[in-house]
């Protein structure tokens, strides 16, 4: 294991224990703050004629959304966005799918979105990303040319210093409950 790969999981587990010690009420709080914040910015994106096709996922746990009820993509998806949800392959890339269908799109569907919403533990100033060290959004990330990339994230995940690795993708701009849109400049 290389340094900045322990580096990276010291950090993962970090993440995880500062976001254990969030309440249901402040995550709940969190979670409608975020969501306006989303909508708000995916309102602003310029898009030609009617595009609305986005690619999200489904957050677990005490991931920034997963209080939600609706559930995110349903609640984007009432928003008048075509959601297109993760299915993780056999190789850990990422396949995708609309959300009210099982049928895979193929890989390079993410392509075509107007913006990628990704799960993210914590995520630099400059929009170094860290996953959860799959390697599955950085390898979907790869195909995604000029649409913005967001990652959702509690106010303690951003801005922290990233450790990164040659194949790890940024995020073009962080939604936190307090700071609400942060642009990434150096992404």
């Known amino acids: 294991m290389s340094r900045t790969t322990g580096e990276k999981n010291n950090l993962r587990n970090d993440m995880l224990a500062r976001r ?15 969501f306006l914040a989303l909508v708000e910015f995916l309102d602003r994106l310029p898009r030609k004629s009617s595009q609305r096709r986005i690619a999200a996922h489904q957050p677990f746990g005490t991931e920034p959304g997963a209080t939600l009820r609706p559930r995110l993509p349903q609640r984007l998806e009432s928003a008048g966005w075509e959601v297109l949800l993760p299915i993780t392959l056999a190789d850990n890339d990422l396949d995708w799918r609309r959300i009210d269908s099982d049928a895979p799109l193929g890989v390079g569907a993410i392509t075509g979105c107007l913006a990628v919403i990704v799960p993210a533990l914590a995520a630099s100033a400059s929009g170094m990303r860290l996953g959860r060290g799959g390697g599955s959004y950085d390898r979907a990330l790869a195909r995604v040319d000029t649409a913005p990339i967001v990652a959702l994230l509690h106010d303690t995940d951003f801005p ?22 942060s642009p990434c400049p150096s992404a």
């Not at 254990?20 to 975020?34: C, K, N, P, S």
Request: proline letters at 8%.
């Open 20 to 34: 254990r010690e969030l309440t249901t009420t402040q995550m709940a709080q969190a979670d409608e703050a975020i």
């Open 160 to 181: 922290v210093e990233v450790p990164s690795l040659p194949h790890d993708r940024a995020v073009t701009a962080v939604i936190t409950p307090s700071g609400g849109i």
